[in-house]
């Protein structure tokens, strides 16, 4: 299966977060609507995210997030590079 990274901008109660999530290419899921709406999906996996806090605070990067979706207030595609 062919794989693409969507940048996204997703907003939970206390951060933005930036970065990609892995998606198909084409076919079923390839939309990220289709992905951030299945019903068996408890995290999501972002690559390179950039967290900023909402309350004014430093931002900070990881490689790696794993963000569980019942915090996700706010998902949009972002601006590709």
Do not use: C, K
Not at 27 to 50: I, K, P, W
Not at 54 to 68: S, V, Y
């Amino acid at each position: 299966m062919d794989l693409r990274r969507e940048s996204v901008v997703v907003e939970t109660d206390r951060y933005r977060v930036t970065g990609r999530m892995t998606l198909p290419s084409e076919g079923y899921g390839s939309r990220l609507s289709d992905h951030v709406n299945r019903r068996d999906l408890e995290f999501f996996t972002l690559q390179d995210a950039e967290l900023t806090p909402l309350d004014g605070g430093e931002p900070w990067t990881t490689p790696l997030l794993m963000l569980a979706s019942r915090h996700v207030r706010l998902i949009v595609p972002g601006a590709d590079d």
